[in-house]
Nanobody
């Protein structure tokens, strides 16, 4: 079973950027898709982006499309989510999740994944 740990969260000013990391332990990481999610206080968990095992054609939801980039480095068992032009409404706990997937498949639906990290807090405030 793959275990995940997120890092890179913190306090950032509006308009700033962050690079979140999702480090995976375990073998055969290159058979796994990764999704990024977030949950703000009082709101449901929201899917943001995902990347397939082959890393081709990543997907972004409208909330981050155009200001986020997801990438993976299978040699480091790590997936990254770079988000720019951060806004106060981006404040949330950010999670990554993983599960085995078809070579070119991924999802931003939480039910697709069975392994979740503990999350990292991102606060956007001046």
């Amino acid at each position: 079973q793959v275990q995940l740990v997120e890092s890179g969260g913190g306090l950032v000013q509006p308009g700033g950027s962050l690079r979140l990391s999702c480090a995976a332990s375990g073998s055969n990481f290159d058979y796994y898709a990764i999704g990024w999610f977030r949950q703000a206080p009082g709101k449901e968990r929201e899917g943001l982006s995902c990347i397939s095992p082959n890393g081709i054609n990543p997907y972004y939801e409208d909330s981050v499309r155009g200001r986020a980039t997801i990438s993976r480095d299978n040699t480091k068992n790590t997936v990254y989510l770079q988000i720019g032009n951060l806004r106060p409404e981006d404040t949330a706990v950010y999670y990554c999740a993983t599960d085995r997937a078809p070579w070119s498949g991924c999802s931003t639906k939480a039910t697709f994944y069975s392994n979740w990290g503990p999350g990292t807090q991102v606060t956007v405030s001046s």
